[in-house]
């Protein structure tokens, strides 16, 4: 039981920090970067970026912590390492704060920059102003958030193995 804790831990911190790491990127240099674009490139660009990461690449690390951290719950209730759970628990809430950052908020601009009107120079320009700013920042709130739970789950890490063996 305990190594299926431990594993479970490790997985769901592994896949909240390459989360973090990937928000926090786009936060820090790909969202700064594109800024200093027109807006026909920047648009064409994060239309590109917003297909090619619907994959199994980001899918898997992006969901996959969810089913970890509630079994990684339960495991710490049910069996060895109940000091760590606490901080899984929080770990669980932060991350679901920013998995629905990103589908209710980050998804949704995404799929209307997909469908923007960008006939002509002006209408781009719209387009790309009820996107960026809106989009930039809201990236950044699941930047901390998913960054919050790496931190946390690093913690419970430690606390599960400073519980030594059961």
């Given amino acids: 039981m305990r190594a299926l804790q431990t594993a479970t831990l490790m997985v769901a911190t592994l896949g909240t920090g390459l989360m973090a790491g990937l928000f926090a990127a786009f936060a820090y240099a790909v969202m700064p970067g594109l800024a200093r674009s027109a807006d026909r490139t920047f648009i064409q660009a994060m239309q590109n970026i917003n297909r090619a990461i619907l994959n199994g690449w980001f899918l898997l690390p992006f969901l996959l912590p969810i089913p970890l951290l509630i079994l990684a719950t339960f495991l710490a209730w049910n069996g060895h390492g109940r000091v760590a759970m606490p901080w899984i628990l929080t770990a669980l809430v932060l991350y679901l704060a920013g998995f629905f950052v990103t589908s209710g908020v980050n998804v949704p601009l995404n799929n209307a920059l997909d469908k923007a009107d960008t006939g002509d120079d002006a209408r781009t320009k719209v387009a790309r102003a009820a996107f960026e700013g809106r989009w930039v920042t809201?990236?950044?709130?699941?930047a901390v958030l998913h960054t919050a739970a790496f931190g946390v789950l690093a913690w419970?890490?430690?606390?599960?193995?400073?519980?030594g063996p059961a």
């Fill in 138 to 142: 809201w990236n950044i709130v699941r």
């Fill in 156 to 163: 419970s890490l430690v606390l599960h193995g400073a519980a």
